[in-house]
Nanobody, 129 residues
Framework: QVQLVESGGGLVQAGGTLRLSCAAS??????????LAWFRQAPGKERESVAF????????YYADSVKGRFTISRDNAKNTVFLQMNSLRTGETAVYYC????????????????????WGQGTQVTVSS
């Protein structure tokens, strides 16, 4: 099993910034074996993909709505993945989840929540106007 614990959420004004962290633990392998992603879910809406990063950190994908504003990164030595969120919008209020997968995932399916085996409990991000 892999445990994921998110942190860094909070209340921020529109246009502000937040940096989310997700610490991975469990089993005997390192975080570097995992494909990692961030999703978010607003009240009454489906969970949607935000960003993805491959094992080495050299390949990233983003939802169109966050391109140019959000940056996903990882520190395999610390078993942690980050999501830097700039220029936040009120419509981005949601619970943000970290997700992980051990098997290869392609660029055509990274955005599908069902592809991921492990999930964190989520961290609330509230963007006020």
């Amino acid at each position: 099993q892999v445990q994921l614990v998110e942190s860094g959420g909070g209340l921020v004004q529109a246009g502000g910034t937040l940096r989310l962290s997700c610490a991975a633990s469990g089993r005997t392998f390192s975080n570097s074996n995992l494909f990692l992603a961030w999703f978010r879910q607003a009240p009454g809406k489906e969970r949607e993909s935000v960003a993805f990063i491959n094992r080495g950190g050299g390949l990233t994908y983003y939802a169109d709505s966050v391109k140019g504003r959000f940056t996903i990164s990882r520190d395999n030595a610390k078993n942690t993945v980050f999501l830097q969120m700039n220029s936040l919008r009120t419509g981005e209020t949601a619970v943000y989840y970290c997700a992980a997968r051990e098997q290869f995932i392609s660029d055509s399916t990274w955005y599908r929540a069902v592809e991921y085996d492990y999930w964190g409990q989520g961290t609330q991000v509230t963007v006020s106007s």
